[in-house]
């Protein structure tokens, strides 16, 4: 059976009157000030549960302390924050006061000063009016519909808790406590609501529903009673647990168990009024049950008093937390009596997270421990980054055991071991993966010095709300910037090129063979996003580069690699050295992308690291390599994915022009006017990411590529090659320049190829076609626009789709490299065939831009940045140069989740048009009491409002399409501060994070 909490059911209108002769519109007049529609946020993944929005429904139970009564899967045990709408549209923020460890229930608290005259009513609780065939009314927001009224018929009141499915994770589920069942089809939205009788009293909790039927089950109040009776009072309720779960079973179970009713009734089980017996269906390891309670147990008493059910073993438990209780079970035909210490519950319950960038750690949960039947021990990941913890290295269910072969049972402990921790250091991880107990991972890691803040938050038992203070650990790398190789023997021959881990050569540093001296050059590169950019998310990339000028540092790579410019990047030389590096540019607009490190780092250690000495510094005015044509050898050294570099001797099957297409969702790098040449086979599509290729001669003459595609695809289009004469450009300015250069420029148009044979339909002669054959005997078709990308000013000379390219000053036109780009350029002179006439033009290039984000900044929950070149070529109307690409699920605007891949222009009542406009209304519309209000909950102080420091604020965004959009959010200064990166101009600077 599937079953979903957040998918619970209600369905149909109850139009009986009640007995007493009262009409149910009268009762929903009364119970309509009781019930809430609670808009909640889960602001960091916690425990069972992840981030995100959801809409669910609380009722009052108290309107002296102003208690509101939900699920505890509504309110989350993590970090929260919560409103609730009353259905006469009367707003209050929501406190969460207390939930329950161990069973689907929690408080709310708000101040009765926000609701500005509206009496609100208490329902009561009332556990001891249920009865199988109750008729009920289920009273909530089913499907977020406010005040839907259900009907239905308590139909089973002895249901063992629901197991609750959530595909790809474990979920939070009950345990230990009986549900009851009813057919009212109720659906998300209802999660909370009250379960009233026809005299409107509560007599259950709904809190689930099975997704493929009407079926909806209900928790019992009785233990909420309990609970509620304490907070009345200011105290918290007693819990007790010895980490086993049990499970109920009726008396013809337990008699095919082996125990006879005759037997059972001499011990002291009560038989008559109940309809079974409970069984222990699981032990914790290292718990306080491990090795005194056995699965398959039937529980006859405890502390001498009989267990019908679950509610009395609860009362004796939650009596007896820290002390030793007596267990008399029926095991393997005997009667057995064993004595069990029993736990607090709250002190297996974890309140404090660290946040190390976008990760978050915390101790193992109870309730995780007993989805994945593990002890409760170590430190659980609730989120990976790729700052602290590579997502490549992990999948599954992931707890540290260890670290630097230190062990870690908790938090703590892995606090303690990170303060003895610099940046930049490896760090040895242990992790185990529940979803595979027989293994377990362990790699090395690091934390950059580049990265965003690090944070420990703790939960307020007072208030329920988390407070902050930085993590005092992690200090600064040392000031050596550069990391120590490993003391390595120089090996005596060179067959050490032959792996990715040559490289080590203090003896010369000049190898006659280009191809060994190639595979010299290649090294293995890493990257880690601080956060997302340019629309891409922060996943952990690496594969081989080439070193292109060992003087200035340059290194060549697929784009693939640092498509996210966050990056953290680093660079190992022959499999013993690794350095940090920058990304220097990517190119706008083929596939290929350089990156940066201090050549300084590579010598003054224990040996030089010998590299290869690749040259391409040919000169401007001279004519280098030549393209790659159908039928050509070449030497291909590449990467694959288990062999490592290897070379391949091949041909060159064809040229192809290729065209991608951006997705939608996140805008990835398009790739166009651009004709590659394609290998003949024995290089792997998906095990070759990046290479070299080499004609007979050993000379470069293009490069092996991949095509990445986007996050929404993890297959890559294809893999191409391209020559080597289309990256010189770019990297003469790098040679010469600190700064990223920007001196790449196009035509804004697309092209495409019409044959021969369909020339003459365009106005085309034979003049022209002899003149192109004379340039490029083996040309067959000629360049023809076939989209526009940029619409130009009326009066400026521009191409139009079906012009036909003749010549580029004065040069005839042959192939795609003569149009696709121009350096430094702002005009070129164009002859054209257009509607059948030859024409002269002289147009203005316009320049492509690379990726070269050097800001990015987190406000509200939403990403900002300037707009990136696949955005500008698909926006209508670039309306502010703040493009808002992306949100946290846990954020403020993720309810607003229409305000992304959009141009903000107005916060508040501020025109915004530039990313320092942004800065400048964060740091006005800050709250003045967020450090006042942090150190109130870190001390435990009283607090009556669920009111977060931040305000409400009104955001204008334009579409991409050009249509405008208004949306109203709060801001929440305390869970989600705003901040930004940034990044210098030059190529070699680092990013910085800074709070606003």
């Not at 602001?43 to 102003?66: L, N």
């Not at 207390?98 to 009765?112: A, G, I, L, M």
């Not at 009273?139 to 629901?162: F, H, M, T």
């Not at 490069?703 to 595609?709: D, I, M, Q």
Request: a negative charge; hydrophobic letters at 40%; charged letters at 20%.
């Amino acid at each position: 059976m599937s079953v979903c909490s957040d998918s619970t059911s209600d369905s149909g209108m109850y139009q009986q009157e009640s007995a007493s002769g009262a009409s149910w519109s009268t009762l929903q007049e009364r119970l309509r000030a009781s019930v809430l529609s609670i808009s909640s946020v889960i602001a960091m993944p916690f425990d069972t549960d992840r981030s995100g929005a959801h809409s669910a429904t609380g009722f009052i139970v108290d309107t002296e302390k102003c208690i509101v009564l939900s699920n505890r899967h509504v309110m989350g045990p993590g970090p929260s924050y919560h409103k609730g709408t009353f259905f006469d549209n009367v707003e209050v923020h929501l406190q969460p006061l207390y939930y329950d460890p161990e069973h689907d229930f929690s408080f709310f608290r708000y101040d009765p000063a926000e609701l500005r005259g509206f009496t609100p009513k208490a329902i009561r609780l009332m556990p001891e009016k249920v009865h199988s065939g109750l008729a009920i009314r289920v009273i909530g927001n089913d499907s977020s519909e406010k005040l839907s009224v259900l009907q239905g018929e308590l139909s089973q009141l002895d249901r063992n808790a629901p197991k609750y499915s959530r595909q790809g994770d474990d979920c939070y589920q009950d345990l230990n406590t009986f549900y009851y069942q009813a057919s009212t089809s109720s659906k998300g939205g209802s999660s909370g609501s009250p379960v009233v009788d026809v005299e409107g009293d509560a007599v259950a909790l709904q809190a689930g529903g099975n997704t493929r039927s009407s079926s909806n089950f209900f928790l019992p109040l009785n233990r909420i009673k309990y609970a509620l009776d304490y907070i009345l009072r200011g105290e918290i309720p007693p819990r007790g647990t010895v980490q086993a779960r049990f499970t109920h079973v009726t008396h013809v179970e337990a008699e095919r168990l082996g125990l006879e009713e005759a037997a059972a009734v001499q011990e002291g089980v009560c038989m008559e009024g109940t309809t079974g017996l409970l069984t222990v269906n699981k032990v914790l390891a290292s718990g306080p049950a491990d090795g005194r309670l056995v699965v398959g147990d039937i529980i006859i008493t405890v502390n001498d008093v009989a267990i019908p059910g679950f509610l009395e073993l609860a009362e004796i438990l939650d009596a007896s937390a820290g002390s030793n209780v007596r267990f008399r079970v029926f095991r393997n035909g005997q009667f057995v009596t064993v004595g069990v210490d029993v736990q607090d519950l709250y002190s297996i319950i974890p309140t404090t997270v660290l946040k190390i960038g976008l990760c978050y750690l915390h101790n193992m949960s109870f309730h995780h421990a007993m989805c994945s039947s593990v002890p409760v021990s170590g430190v659980k990941m609730a989120k990976k980054d790729n700052v602290f913890i590579p997502t490549g290295e992990l999948n599954g269910c992931n707890v540290i055991h260890a670290i630097n072969n230190r062990p870690t049972p908790n938090l703590d402990a892995l606090m303690e071991v990170l303060r003895s921790v610099r940046r930049e250091e490896d760090i040895l991880v242990h992790v185990k993966d529940y979803d595979d107990p027989r293994n377990e991972s362990v790699f090395t890691t690091h934390l950059p010095t580049a990265g965003l803040s690090v944070r420990v938050f703790t939960r307020s038992i007072a208030t329920g709300f988390w407070s902050f203070r930085e993590f005092d650990g992690l200090a600064a790398p040392e000031p050596t910037s550069c990391p120590k190789p490993l003391d390595i023997a120089t090996p005596a021959t060179d067959s050490a090129v032959d792996s990715l881990s040559h490289a080590v050569d203090a003896v010369s540093l000049e190898c006659k063979d280009p191809i060994a001296n190639i595979k010299r050059g290649m090294v293995h590169i890493e990257t880690r996003p601080i956060c997302p950019a340019d629309g891409h998310y922060f996943v952990a990339q690496n594969g081989c580069g080439l070193v292109v000028d060992k003087h200035r540092g340059l290194i060549l790579c697929s784009t693939r690699l640092v498509a996210n410019p966050t990056s953290n990047i680093t660079v190992t030389f022959g499999g013993v050295l690794r350095v940090r590096a920058t990304l220097a540019c990517i190119h706008p607009l083929y596939p290929i992308a350089f990156i940066k490190y201090d050549p300084a780092q590579l010598s003054g250690g224990l040996m030089d690291v010998a590299i290869g000495d690749i040259n391409l510094d040919y000169a401007e005015d001279a004519d280098a390599p030549k393209p790659l044509k159908a039928g050509d050898s070449v030497t291909v050294v590449c990467n694959t994915e288990n062999s490592g570099l290897v070379v391949h001797k091949t041909t060159v099957s064809r040229r192809q022009l290729i065209s991608t297409s951006s997705c939608e969702l996140c805008f990835n790098q398009r790739f166009f006017n651009t004709e590659p040449f394609m290998l003949s086979s024995g290089i792997s599509a998906t095990g070759s990411e990046f290479g070299v290729v080499c004609g007979d001669d050993g000379e470069i003459r293009g490069l092996w590529t991949c095509v990445p595609g986007c996050d929404h695809d993890e297959a890559d289009v294809g893999h191409i090659g391209l020559d080597i004469s289309l990256v010189l450009p770019i990297m003469r300015q790098l040679q010469t320049s600190d700064t990223a250069p920007d001196g790449v420029r196009i035509l804004d148009v697309e092209f495409g190829y019409l044959s021969f044979s369909k020339a003459s339909a365009f106005g085309i002669t034979s003049a022209h076609v002899n003149a192109m054959t004379q340039e490029s005997p083996n040309a067959r078709s000629m360049l023809k626009v076939t989209k526009v990308l940029r619409v130009r000013p009326a009066g400026e000379a521009s191409l139009e789709i079906g012009d036909i390219i003749l010549s580029v000053d004065g040069n005839v036109v042959s192939r795609m490299d003569d149009v696709s780009c121009f350096y430094g350029r702002d005009s070129v002179d164009l002859s054209i065939v257009r509607r059948g006439e030859e024409v002269g033009l002289t147009v203005r290039t316009s320049p492509l831009v690379g990726s070269n984000t050097r800001r990015v900044i987190f406000w509200a929950g939403s990403y900002l940045q300037e707009p990136y070149p696949q955005v500008l070529q698909q926006a209508s109307h670039v309306a502010s140069r703040v493009h808002s690409f992306m949100f946290d699920k846990g954020g403020p605007t993720v309810r607003e989740s229409t305000l992304v891949d959009m141009f903000v222009t107005d916060i508040g009542d501020t025109p915004i048009q530039t990313l320092d406009d942004v800065v400048m209304v964060a740091k006005q519309l800050k709250s003045t009491a967020l450090e006042e209000f942090n150190n109130f909950i870190a001390n435990n102080g009283p607090y009556i409002s669920g009111k977060m420091p931040g305000c409400d604020v009104t955001v204008r965004v334009v579409r991409i399409n050009g249509e405008k959009v208004v949306r109203s959010i709060q801001t929440n200064d305390h869970y989600y501060p705003a901040w930004q990166l940034t990044r210098g101009p030059h190529i070699d600077d680092t990013w910085v994070f800074e709070l606003l």
